[in-house]
């Protein structure tokens, strides 16, 4: 029989932080939606507080003018997460692939990543945090998987290299 000693120290390791859970009064101002306008194209997203209270980012992926993603990011101070491996994202997609994008540092040029597939229905997806490769401009690059000490900006986005209507419908981010 395990002791209660041992069950508060696992239960301190598996600790649950909140990064942003959505409600009817979720400030967004925080998020940015960030399109491939910067390199001339024409996406279009959106993010806002639907009727029940969660995120809402939408809109159209464009492959025009070199165009084709669009995503929302949300910068924040530093957490560290050394008592974490991994995120939960509470979400609901359109059965499109995404990507959920972390950085150790908001000044860096490059991201963390990890796709999923979304199927329709409200999922829960989790991350181990050692399976998110750095990427910058769509190029994986040669260094380590994120490691999860810190963070200080997470980030979704949909880049499927095609034309499409997107709606991904998001309660919370955690990690554990």
Known sequence: M???????IGLLFMQQIMIFDFNPSSRIKSWTVVDDFVMGGRSMGNLKINKEGHAQFYGTVSLDNNGGFSSIRH???TIAAT???KFVLKLKGDG???QFRVKDKFYKKYSYIYEFQTNGEWQTIEIPFDVMYASFRGNRLDIPN???????EIAFLIANKRNEQFNLIIDS????
């Open 146 to 152: 994120y490691n999860g000490s810190q963070m200080q």
């Open 96 to 98: 499109k692939n995404y």
């Open 2 to 8: 395990m002791k209660l000693g041992h069950i508060l």
């Open 75 to 77: 910068s924040f101070n």
């Open 173 to 176: 981010i955690a990690i554990e």
């Open 83 to 85: 008592n974490q491996s």
